[in-house]
């Protein structure tokens, strides 16, 4: 609090000096003539005699603070009344707020139970009215999931509804899928694949969501996502990846099974990769260079039609191919 503006330090909150001892020569001797500077009559310290205004006569601290803090009390007593009302004003607001809030529907629903997420997924595709994308890892689904698909998805399309499904990479080589796009395909669906997806997303209109729910570590657990934005967003991702991803041809069929791998070097090359060993590891095992391990697993891709190594390794296990050949 700086009174004397050209008398006080601007660091200083008290009276300055000068201004102490003026106080202090009016407490002395009673009163004070001179012209004080502005501090002591400020903090009303010094205040005029009754009955000679040009005299100024000392005020006790204790009486000036009364007169100072006052009006500042009655503010803050005013103030504190305002606040009150107001707080008694929102709390009936509030209690209103929380009534409605818990009637409004929830933009998240858990779902219990795989009888219950069919039975809502039967729901939004009867529903679904402009687009259906999904994100399917995992590599091929089960007979009874695609049955399902087969009998739901055809329905939905002809409706007019855009689809789109995203699997990996390693379904190209699996016949029921290749046989489960194809009758999609005809129905109007589009399919593309990647190497890696996330995890599973069925997104309807842009505007809903289903995703797993892992916090039971269950797999019958899942939450359906009825908020706009959110929705959105998870679609705008699938956009992203969906054109990153490679299509898959229509009615595109799966390469005929090569003959068993006869090349006994090639045979453990091959076993050592889909084990997860390295080239260099490979080459060590096998006395080999690294460079000879990268042409056996290269001509086996080609053979195979693979698109990456992770793919080879899904076609020769899921045709048997790394079985030694019988003798002739």
């Known amino acids: ?75 803050l007593q005013a103030g504190r009344s305002r606040l009150l009302s107001v707080r008694q ?26 009888d219950v997420i069919h039975k809502k997924l039967r729901q939004l595709n009867a529903e679904c009215r402009h687009e259906l994308q999904a994100i399917q890892p995992g590599g091929p689904r089960s007979a009874p999931a695609l049955a399902e698909a087969l009998q739901q998805l055809p329905g939905v399309i002809a409706r007019g509804v855009r689809h789109r499904t995203l699997y990996q990479h390693t379904v190209r080589g699996h016949r029921p899928m290749i046989e489960f796009m194809t009758a999609i395909q005809k129905a109007g669906g589009q399919f593309r694949t990647t190497d890696l997806l996330a995890d599973r997303v069925i997104l309807y209109d842009r505007s809903v969501a289903l995703i797993p729910d892992h916090r039971y ?10 908020h706009p934005a959110v929705a959105a967003y998870l679609a705008g991702v699938f956009d992203l990846i969906w054109d990153a991803a490679e299509p898959v041809e229509p009615f595109e069929t799966p390469a005929s099974t090569p003959p068993l791998l006869a090349d006994e070097k090639q045979l453990s090359v091959l076993r050592l990769m889909v084990q997860g060993h390295t080239d260099a590891s490979i080459a060590a095992r096998l006395g080999m260079s690294a460079r000879t391990v990268s042409a056996h697993v290269n001509r086996a891709s080609t053979t195979w039609g693979s698109r990456s190594r992770a793919h080879l390794a899904y076609l020769l296990a899921e045709n048997d191919a790394l079985r030694t050949p019988p003798e002739s």
């Open 217 to 226: 570590s269950r797999p019958d657990h899942a939450l359906l996502i009825e």
């Open 1 to 75: 609090m700086r009174l004397c503006e050209d008398r006080c330090p601007a660091e200083s909150p008290d009276l300055c000096r000068e201004a102490l001892e003026v106080y202090r020569t009016a407490v002395a001797s009673g009163e004070l003539k001179d012209p004080p500077p502005p501090c002591p009559t400020a903090l009303e310290l010094l205040r005029p005699h009754p009955e000679d205004p040009g005299r100024l006569v000392p005020v006790p601290p204790d009486v000036a603070e009364h007169h100072l803090v006052q009006p500042l009390e009655q503010e």
């Open 89 to 114: 004003v929102l709390a009936g607001v509030e209690s209103v707020y929380r009534e409605e809030s818990r009637r409004a529907p929830s933009p998240l629903q858990l779902l219990r139970g795989n």
